[in-house]
């Protein structure tokens, strides 16, 4: 890896651990569960537009199916 990517990550890794407000610090493991949480929120919000773009399609179907038995 090269060295110019290793001190990003280092210093990305480090400003997760900044000062917080009342000159508290956010630990780096808490800093660590905060991205996992944020990822994880993330996948959830794609797994919900696919729920609702499934349900749209569903909805569409069930006006077709009405649409197909009045005629």
Known sequence: MPVLVILV???RF???????????F?????AI???RSLNKIEELK???????T???NCELQV???KTN???
């Open 46 to 52: 794609g797994k919900i537009e696919e729920l609702e």
């Open 9 to 11: 990550e280092t210093f």
């Open 14 to 24: 480090l400003s997760a651990c900044r000062r917080v407000g009342d000159e508290r």
């Open 54 to 56: 499934s349900l749209q």
């Open 69 to 71: 038995n009045k005629h």
């Open 63 to 65: 006006e077709l199916l």
């Open 33 to 35: 569960e905060l991205k």
């Open 26 to 30: 956010i630990g780096c493991n808490s």
